[in-house]
């Protein structure tokens, strides 16, 4: 299916799309100016039944895209083959994802999440976090795999993730290095590293690691390795550093 393609109209069956941070929509009725010549104003309020369908929906989209992402990437993606794999009609998935290019994005973006939520962490993301990432998703294989593949591919500038990825990447390396310069200004940084090298080592090796680890599962502890590398660029235990970067924040409040 050509991404740039028009968009087909809902199909009658298809529950209509919704943004879940949206809350249950209000029509104009609903607005305090109504004349009161019309009556009583009645709210267009979706029915919250409804709503919780079509939020259901579109994360069984969402779920049935990842895979189908992470194992053939973008260009190998059929918009139909994931609409067969959630149960839904080709037709209700456009109405919810009309281009390949925002399911795409939409599957990234929640993929992602997890460690976009830290990026603006006072202080800095702590560098146990990537840690943490790796625990998780040794029960989530798929979504490294997506990583992996949807990076990769985005590293030409005619993909659609290319500006996510780029965005991605400033924006954790910059907050690592915010966590990491802590411990540069307390010389608590091994010989040789600034905060900004350092946390591009330290990122650099995870994504190493986890495209080591889709081949050998058995051999390849990211978690356990992730922790002899940070071991390896400071000198005191992440918590001791953790405790330092609270201690700056509430310096500057």
Not at 5 to 14: C, E, L, R, V
Not at 68 to 80: C, I, M, T
Not at 187 to 202: E, Q
Not at 209 to 223: G, K, N, P, T
Request: with cysteine; aromatic share 6%; charged share 25%.
């Amino acid at each position: 299916m050509d991404a740039s393609a028009p968009a087909p109209s809902a199909d009658p069956g298809s529950e209509p799309a919704v943004d879940p941070a949206a809350g249950p929509e209000v029509g104009p009725a609903a607005s305090p100016a109504a004349s009161p010549a019309a009556g009583p104003a009645v709210a267009d309020v979706r029915e919250p039944g409804r709503y919780r369908k079509g939020i259901a929906k579109r994360e069984a989209i969402l779920d049935a895209a990842l895979p189908v992402f992470g194992q053939v990437g973008f260009h190998g993606a059929s918009l139909r083959e994931i609409a067969r794999q959630c149960g839904v009609s080709h037709q209700s998935l456009m109405h919810y994802f009309p281009t390949k290019d925002e399911l795409l994005m939409a599957v990234l973006r929640r993929r992602d999440e997890r460690l976009r939520r830290h990026f603006d962490d006072d202080g800095g993301m702590r560098v146990d976090e990537l840690v943490e990432l790796a625990e998780y998703n040794v029960d989530v294989p798929v979504v490294i795999s997506l990583f992996i593949t949807a990076s990769a591919e985005a590293v030409s500038s005619e993909h659609p993730a290319h500006e996510y990825y780029r965005d991605y990447y400033d924006r954790i390396i910059r907050s690592t290095t915010a966590y990491l310069s802590v411990a540069a200004d307390r010389g608590w940084l091994r010989p040789g590293y600034t905060a900004t090298a350092a946390a591009r080592v330290v990122l650099a090796v995870q994504d190493g690691l986890q495209l080591q680890w889709l081949y050998e599962r058995d051999a390849v502890h990211v978690a356990d390795l992730m922790r002899l590398v940070i071991g390896s660029v400071l000198t005191v235990p992440t918590s001791e550093l953790d405790e330092a970067v609270r201690e700056e924040a509430r310096r500057r409040r």
